[in-house]
């Protein structure tokens, strides 16, 4: 009985490996290639979502850094029924606070438009939220201690320096 129920937990297991491999393939990745050079992409990964008008219209295929300029290059396909203008432009969102990121087409008003492998040169990085929270916070902090600072000149006790003798010389003299 044991080993039944071991076979069969099994065969459930592999049959749940089988659906997730297939369930990331998706049908916009039957679409064109593109590609894209961001400063930073912080949170997108292969697989994230390539909207247009908030609608999906393909996947992010791969991601790389490129050693010469240190831009993070991506290639995303998108649908063969969209054809997008050679000014278009791609920008990495988030879907909110917490959500996960995806790149956003924005379609230019060329009307020459891109071929298969083209790239999309009007491009803007992912904002991190934590950079931009101790930005903040720093700022906060900073505009704090100037203000802090004066009140604590003016409530600074006189100084405690002894001053010379009458004189100007030694107290002997």
Do not use: C, W
């Amino acid at each position: 009985m044991e080993l039944l129920v071991g076979l069969v937990t099994a065969a459930v297991l592999a049959v749940l490996i089988v659906l997730a491999l297939v369930g990331r393939q998706h049908p916009q990745d039957q679409g064109y290639p593109l590609h894209a050079s961001f400063g930073h992409i912080d949170g997108l990964s292969v697989g994230s979502d390539v909207r247009l008008a908030g609608v999906t219209v393909g996947h992010v295929q791969s991601m790389q850094v490129d050693p010469h300029n240190f831009q993070a290059n991506i290639v995303f396909s998108v649908s063969p029924d969209i054809q997008l203008p050679v000014d278009s432009g791609a920008v990495i969102t988030s879907d909110s606070l917490l959500g996960g990121k995806y790149v956003a087409l924005t379609p230019g008003g060329d009307t020459a438009l891109l071929k298969s492998g083209g790239t999309i040169s009007e491009t803007q990085g992912a904002i991190s939220l934590e950079q931009l929270l101790s930005k903040f916070i720093f700022s906060v902090t900073d505009t704090l201690q100037k203000k802090a600072a004066p009140q604590a000149d003016a409530s600074a006790p006189p100084s405690s320096v002894a001053e010379p003798p009458p004189g100007g010389g030694p107290a002997g003299q």
